[in-house]
């Protein structure tokens, strides 16, 4: 049984980490030109040509994904809320300065000429959030069953292969994904399943009465839900093109929701023996429509087409569920807690296909001059076809790069040190925190822990 | 007793639904001049001129009142929380793809002249979501009595008949009312309060002990609440013109909320014999001064103006829920479950009274060369006080749609294979919903139903 | 023993209150030059000038934190749910009406020229948001210990003193602040902890059951947390100059809180004898990075300088929790229910060196032609050193008028008949507020008291 007690472990990881990405962003960073007084002040007098204008909404509808969406879609399980949302919390606030760093310098190394600089600024805020919200997807497949040291290990590397990942997809296959249907979430959905194979637990059933919700975490986990939903139109759309492009990806990825969620309900209902509806699809799979139209989204997609993809998406989500799920466990020894499979996994696949097929039917008859925004690649020798393999080989490099990257990651998990909780205590935030008192349902209150509890937990 | 099995019916409706929705969508539904590549680049160059950097910020504190902040005002029922932001979502998710064809058409027959094409941009978004608000206040003043496939019967009627009296009201009576006093609140509430008087249930006393909240439930409401307060300045600004417009009447209601809010504590301490607060009232009555300036709001009603109208609003709705709800129960037989009433009822006739007060006090010496932008209509022979006139007109018509619609509705919706609960089990989760374990107060957790649950549901 | 019927007085003083605030506003409050329509129309005709499009999605986001963020925040007391999101919703309902008249006159009587008018935009509304705040630190540090009564005279006094503060530092001083270190964080906590010295309860421990947390009201509370941490960069770069002060402001801002999150986490392991981590260090502490660059967010602080900064007020806040909170109640007797001087003021105070420190080593070679939006007053005569010991003269006019204010309101405070809450019932919705029928983990529910529960409160 290893050792779960943080105290030393926990502290010098996240303490030297930070030592780390301080003395980094001190040698590396730099404001760019839309932040930096200097700069700005040189170039332009207008100041709603300040990048933040078109942007920061945007920006602040992502980091309530990553946040508050992400963090509270997990604490659906009725024991490890504090886990779900806290390190959540953790994972996300660390990630979010390493893909400053990594994009950053993969960045810097292709376009910079004066030696290695990252210029900050919104876009690199917003692409932070989206590397931060592939490793929560990987959070999703092993929630429960990993310590934060192993998640923050974790983070370190999909982070890294994320960057390099997205660059080569979008700056030498010349991919277009603004929403991530592949480098977000395809990546971090295979690469979590991957991750969450290796640390397989044949006697994960030793912690089954946890590995479910009840009716308030049922609650609070529809706030993720909500949010994720809501602003999913602000994630297509955060960076792409300015002005008709974040527009139409906007809408497009509304409508796609809302057809995804027709069929999320219906197909709940109709696979289940008493026509009842399943709060783990509610939650989920209604989100799927948002991945499906991820690279998509900023193409001439129609809103007809987005609700067909939105409503592929629902369904074959909710299938996955009921149907893909329980086969991947038992045969292929998958224990995906949060069901990324269904959520990120497939819907992301699609997304990517989707996304290729549109663009093989890119042409200037439809996007007008617009096509230089979309599609800035395709010119006389650079077909629309070519654009589509390239968007299907990209596909293929993020799972093959997801997939490899999350065996070996896996296997760096399994070192003793990481202080993995045991079996018996899988998806119990007592192992990681200090609790409070037990809620009474009869008018006395208490702040100490029951014997039993006590007894449990050492 | 009706068979509440939903394992046919709602998939079937779900899905023939948005099979009929995506098939319109592709005849009738194009980009509009901002979301269209071609076109916006055919039109502009300078990208912040696109109406997005307008309206996308107010559309998504828009879309959080929707889906977050209806969602979880009506979570204060102790046993339904998963329907009331669970069917929150599907409905609003089907209405608003539904509104978008409803509105459209009509906007596009009147207003077309090469044949009926819906050009769809964020306006279309906030308008299909405005929409999708009345439904949901509808949905408050049933809720817990109703079937899903109920709901969805309620909102394919209802958002027709929204459409219409809007379409009357904005087009043929040249009413102004942007942030909806009438085409949102009165209707909905008054057309919810028909359907519910429609569906009387003599024996609803017998779900009486779930008709209430419990501590936890009634904070997840007050996420509701606040949400919708908080936002309520951006729904009513949301599609008022640019510029000065959004500006004033995000003002004016940000100051009306504030003088209800005072209020509504006020009088719900008054009200009480022990002086004690009522969560009921600080839930909804807080809300009333947003309702009750959704059409004065744009004009130039003055800070001090906005806040008599909420201090008044405030001030009404919590008298009615004291006094006025019992009274309409018992001798009109209206069971109004979230007291829809007193929040968008009264305030909403009070808003459009205030609205036609308003109008009527119109100049140029007010509002200068701004008067085309609130009151494109006022020139030399069209008076403010014709102006005020039809804004009264228009809430007669809003008036007796609703009453009228909600009765044809009510009845539509008494159909057995609707499958409406029985008597015995309204306000309860479980009849639509895969329950999870109970929560236990001394560490043993489960994941299974008592069996007193198992026969109470059987 | 005071009696805490709030039937009467409540309903007086907020009638009272907001009768007078809407004679002021009637009196004093007018649309500036962005609100008003004739003024607006006859400046300009270019509506994306508006300030509305500069601000308001910043407004719009400091409104959630002071409304979700604070109230939720303070959920975590177990019992004290009700008051913590309702207290808060009614005492900044409150204080914003009031500080947009007590910030407008001083202003108006500095600038004005035609007598004492207000004019009012987007701008007022994020700064009486802001003095808002300043009244909510303060609340979290009576946080159960007060009744709505003395809230709200509280407010009354905390908005005025917050006022002159505020406008000597920013005004008379030249200080520069625009998140707040000094005038929000640093006023309002030491205002509150002196108020809560002067009303020390020695027997406070009658109602120390209650004076913690219970698992779901823990995740409540990270509802607030999470909301805070999100929206400070939106909060500190508010009322910035436009352009690249707002956008680097925000920027300064997210790394920041991102390097606090990492130092929170793991000295709140560290200091825990068996590792494990402290929800009240995760809810609190994480957040201090965005209070300690309140006042340096808009300089060329560097996202380095910013994470440097953010990591030590995580460190310092939690320290402050372990070690410094336990010292502060035992030998001076001040009981900070919320722990205001670990997230509020110590970082504040922070906040305040680091802005000294930074404006000292501004330069034209640094700030370039944006050195006028920074530091207008830096000129020749006037130098950044000269700045740098205006900002140290304003952190201590800030300590000096909030302890005094404190010492003085505390008293007033302690009047019996703001019907302060009983030694043995703090901490208690119960007192204020109509409860709801307790939940039952057995499935049976029920709507009445226990008799137990109602005898406790006779």
């Known amino acids: 049984m290893t050792d779960t007690n943080m105290r030393l472990r926990l502290p010098v990881v996240c303490i030297v980490l930070e030592v780390i990405l301080i003395i980094l962003f001190g040698i590396l960073v730099e404001y760019d030109s839309n932040t930096d007084a200097k700069k700005w002040h ?133 991919a277009k994904d603004a929403g991530g249907s592949m480098t977000i979430h395809t990546f971090g959905a295979y690469f979590g399943l991957m991750v969450t194979r290796v640390l397989y637990r044949p006697n994960l059933s030793k912690s089954k009465e946890r590995n479910s919700s009840v009716y308030h975490s049922d609650i609070f986990a529809m706030i993720g839900t909500i949010y994720l939903w809501m602003f999913w139109p602000s994630f297509n759309s955060a960076i792409t093109a300015q002005g008709d492009d974040q527009h139409r990806t906007a809408l497009n990825t509304y409508y796609s929701l809302a057809a995804c969620t027709l069929a999320t309900y219906g197909f709940s209902a109709l696979v289940n023996h008493e026509g009842k509806l399943d709060m783990v699809h509610i939650q989920n799979a209604a989100l799927a429509g948002g991945v ?138 007592s192992v990681y925190w200090e609790m409070p008192g037990e809620e009474e349902g009869h008018g006395e209150l208490t702040t100490v822990k029951t014997p039993e509890e006590t007894d449990k937990l050492n």
């Open 42 to 174: 040189a170039n332009t007098t207008i100041d709603m040509d300040n990048e933040f204008y078109y942007r920061y909404p945007s920006f602040q509808d992502v980091h309530v994904m990553i946040f508050i969406g992400f963090g509270f879609l997990m604490t659906f399980l009725q024991r490890y809320g504090f886990s779900s949302v806290g390190f959540n919390f953790l994972i996300a606030a660390f990630s979010l300065q390493w893909a400053t760093i990594m994009q950053g310098v993969l960045h810097s190394i292709h376009h910079g000429s004066h030696g290695v600089k990252i210029h900050v600024g919104v876009l690199n805020m917003i692409n932070a959030d989206f590397c931060t919200g592939s490793v929560l997807i990987s959070f999703g497949a092993v929630l429960g069953k990993t310590s934060p040291i192993q998640m923050l290990i974790m983070a370190i590397f999909e982070v890294t292969l994320f960057s390099v990942n997205e660059f080569i997809l979008l700056e030498y296959l010349g």
């Open 292 to 429: 499906a139209v991820g690279t998509a989204g900023e193409m001439m997609l129609t809103p007809f087409g987005s609700m067909i993809v939105g409503f592929l998406a629902g369904t074959i989500s909710v299938l996955g569920y009921k149907y893909l799920s329980p086969i991947l466990e038992s045969k292929l020894k998958i224990q995906d807690t949060c069901g990324v499979h269904n959520l990120h996994g497939m819907p992301g696949v699609l997304g990517a296909i989707v996304g290729a097929i549109t663009a093989a039917a890119a042409s200037p008859s439809v996007y007008g001059l617009g096509i230089v925004d979309v599609f800035p690649d395709i010119k006389e020798d650079y077909t629309a076809s070519y654009q589509a393999s390239m968007q299907i080989a990209s596909l293929a490099v993020t799972l093959a790069i997801a997939l490899l990257g999350g065996l070996i990651v896996g296997f760096l998990l399994k070192l003793p040190i990481c202080g993995a909780p045991p079996d018996t205590l899988c998806f119990e935030d």
